[in-house]
């Protein structure tokens, strides 16, 4: 079952999709990279039935491209206004 500080996890996924991007892949791929991590990690980690290791994979895969986007975003309009 899905346990609250499994949350933990997303914060991995998007350190391991800045990796995956550092090592060549275009940026505008990093959703897809996110979501595939997130279900990769559903799937292995998770002891629960297989739906629910997919949809728990997925929220953890779009939750991290989310928190990606939100705090680029942030950090952009940050950098905008410095100027």
Known sequence: ???IYDVAIIPLIIGAVELIKRMGLPAK????????????VGLVYLDAPIKERIL???MFGLS??????GTK???????????
């Open 64 to 69: 991290a491209s989310g928190l990606y986007s």
């Open 29 to 40: 791929y990093s959703p897809f990279a996110a979501l595939a991590l997130g279900l990769t």
């Open 73 to 83: 975003n942030i950090v952009e309009k940050g950098d905008a206004n410095d100027s």
């Open 1 to 3: 079952m899905f346990e």
């Open 56 to 58: 728990v994979g997925i």
